[in-house]
């Protein structure tokens, strides 16, 4: 059963760039879709499909998958980036399929 | 304005039951699956179930199978979970989410959730 694994926390100063990573099992062959959630909301899809945006969301936020991690990169960071970021894949492998999240990793703004 | 809505929860004690709900508005409801994700407090997010656009296929974790039941009514525009033999395990807040992605040469391509309603919290406590 695949199990995606996140740091449980990451800190950065405003302005520089963060990248949080999700670990898995070839992970590289798979679509992974990030997750971004503030305190007492509802989560956001900032990424899907590994590196494409809804609309809406900043293009300082980007993706990329390689070998057994994947990464989402948020470049000049904000204040208000400071949230809990989530890590997302289908496992169309277990049977029956299912959907898997990484433990989450929560960015601090220095 | 695409939205859903959940309802439902509450406090119940353990072994009892719950019947959550999820009112979709803004959208083509049946054209999509649908999914229930929780959070236990302090917790991260956990997939509970999914199901098809017809209702035709249903996918749980683990941990729900043979106690909880996704189901859907498209005429209704609704999403629901009963939720039975609840443990106190299962405390958290339950999210009601599309489940974005298209049909392409025999394959479905999966876009992860696009959109979350706020959540109904489900407490199991005696």
């Known amino acids: 059963s695949l199990v995606l694994t996140q740091p449980p926390s990451v800190s950065v100063a405003p302005g520089q760039t963060a990248s949080i990573t999700c670990g898995g099992n070839?992970?590289?062959?798979?679509?992974v879709h990030w997750y971004q959630q503030k305190p007492g909301q509802a989560p956001v899809l900032l990424i899907y499909?590994?590196?494409d945006r809804p609309s809406g969301i900043s293009e300082r936020l980007s993706g990329s998958n390689s070998g057994n991690t994947a990464t989402l990169t948020i470049s000049g960071v904000k204040a208000g980036d400071e949230a809990d970021y989530y890590c997302?894949?289908?496992?169309?492998?277990?049977?029956?399929?299912?959907?898997?999240f990484g433990g989450g990793t929560k960015l601090t703004v220095l | 304005e695409v939205q859903v809505v959940e309802s439902g929860g509450g406090l119940v004690q353990p072994g009892g039951s719950l019947r959550l709900s999820c009112a979709a508005s803004?959208?083509?409801?049946?054209?999509?699956?649908m999914s229930w994700v929780r959070q236990a407090p302090g917790k991260g997010l956990e997939w509970v179930a999914n199901?098809?656009?017809?209702?035709?296929?249903?996918n749980y974790v683990d941990s729900v199978k043979g106690r909880f039941t996704i189901s859907r009514d498209n005429a209704k525009n609704s999403l629901y979970l009963q939720m039975n033999s609840l443990r106190v395990e299962d405390t958290g807040m339950y999210y009601c989410?599309?489940?974005?992605?298209?049909?392409?040469?025999?394959?479905?391509?999966?876009?992860?959730?696009?959109?979350w309603g706020q959540g109904t919290t489900v407490t199991v406590s005696s």
């Open positions: 989410a599309r489940d974005d992605g298209h049909y392409g040469s025999g394959t479905y391509y999966r876009y992860g959730m696009d959109v």
């Open positions: 803004g959208f083509t409801f049946s054209n999509y699956w």
């Open positions: 199901i098809k656009e017809d209702g035709s296929e249903k």
């Open positions: 070839n992970i590289e062959f798979k679509s």
């Open positions: 499909y590994r590196t």
């Open positions: 997302q894949v289908w496992d169309s492998s277990s049977d029956p399929p299912k959907w898997v």
